[in-house]
């Protein structure tokens, strides 16, 4: 049988069933006043790289992670353990039935940011956040790739009421968007990431999600905002008008699943809400819902399919741009090739053309 978090152990984790029902100000409570989380404190402080405004955020704690990848690789896991199916975690703050099992949200034991109390006397660069997991399946082995569409529709407004609760905040701690977001009135910034393999920063199996609520502008929001300004244009509307129709993998009706034309690495993939008025996962109507359940479901499968006949170990990361600039748009990352030295002065060498991974994908997506 299939390793899973049981019914009673989920009872035991409860704090509530539903997170819209969860004061903002009770929420940072909660996380404040939990005595594990407070042994694995972030540092709380950030910096500035001057020449690209890249954000670097301290978090020595986060080295002591038990179930770091790094520490456990030459173990390949524990195929009949998991701390998640054992129990040992956070409490959960939202739950909602699936068809089978149950997909919840808790606090991330190990926060990239915290709750602090502002320290006005400090001369460091403060950073301050919330940080959760939403995990797809309390079953193991279920993930959008093997789980019924209806199924991950549930976790993706699931995913979406986390995303309102944290940007709708009434707290002094973040600063208002209302330069650019007048009409929701949000506060911060929220994050949302998917890390799935060792090879990019998966540290458990248990299939999940990561939320994040920052003070801190990520540098990626700034660029989606820039890019806006700088084009009169949103990046989900542009890139729909730009990109050649031979890299469309598959319409969806409400999205569309392309390979970019400055593909980076081979397989990279964008799933474009067509709507680029909306700018959150909690604006999104039952139809764009689906479409976007549909197009992460498919894209994850085929980047699995995909990866081992490649002879690689299958690693992928998803980043979903909300807000500024954006539109929404859901960006698959396969690590189907390394990062080198030139990468990281800002010129990718691509091993594969981008014409070629969409007739690719797209062959295998609709077979």
């Known amino acids: 049988m299939a390793m899973e978090l049981k019914k009673d152990r989920i009872q035991k984790l409860l704090y509530s069933e539903n997170l819209e029902q969860i004061d903002f100000n009770d929420l940072s409570n909660l996380i404040r006043q939990n005595n594990d989380i407070s042994n694995y ?20 704690a986060r080295s002591k992670r038990p179930h770091d990848t790094k520490k456990h690789e030459s173990k390949t896991s524990d ?15 939202d739950l909602a039935q699936l068809s089978e099992g149950q997909t919840f949200i808790n606090q991330n034991l190990f926060p990239i940011l915290f709750p602090f109390e502002k320290n006005a006397t400090s001369d460091k660069l403060n950073c301050h956040g919330m940080h959760f997991l939403q995990w797809t399946s309390s079953i193991h082995g279920n993930d959008w790739n093997n789980m019924p569409v209806n199924d991950c529709v549930i976790v993706l407004k699931r995913l979406a009421a986390l995303e309102k609760k944290l940007l709708c905040n009434n707290s002094d701690f973040y600063s208002s968007n209302q330069d650019w977001d007048n009409e929701e009135n949000t506060k911060g910034f929220v994050s949302i990431i998917k890390n799935y393999g060792r090879l990019v920063g998966g540290s458990l199996q248990h299939a999940h999600q990561q939320i994040m609520l920052s003070s801190v502008m990520p540098l990626k929001y700034k660029h989606n905002l820039d ?50 008025e909306k700018r959150y996962l909690f604006q999104l ?44 748009y859901i960006e698959f990352l396969p690590y189907t090739q390394e990062i080198g030295g030139y990468e990281h002065i800002g010129l990718y060498l691509c091993q594969g053309r981008p014409e070629n991974s969409a007739e690719i994908l797209r062959n295998l997506i609709n077979a």
Not at 79 to 93: A, F, R, V
Not at 290 to 298: F, M
Request: net charge negative.
């Open 41 to 60: 404190l972030p540092d709380g402080d950030f910096q500035i790289d001057p020449r690209d405004g890249l954000k670097i955020i301290f978090n020595t």
């Open 79 to 93: 195929l009949n353990s998991c701390i998640i199916c054992d129990g040992n975690t956070t409490s959960i703050i």
């Open 227 to 276: 890019f806006e300004k700088n084009n009169n244009l949103k990046y989900s509307k542009y890139i729909l008008l730009e990109n050649p129709e031979d890299l469309t993998v598959k319409d969806y009706g409400e999205a569309v699943l392309i390979v970019p034309y400055f593909m980076r690495r081979p397989y990279d993939m964008q799933l474009v809400l067509k709507n680029s």
């Open 285 to 328: 109507n039952e139809n764009e819902l689906l479409s976007c359940a549909y197009g992460i479901s498919e894209a994850i499968r085929a980047i699995l399919e995909i990866m081992p006949k490649l002879g690689r170990e299958p690693a992928y990361n998803i980043n979903i741009h909300n807000g500024p600039g954006a539109g929404l």
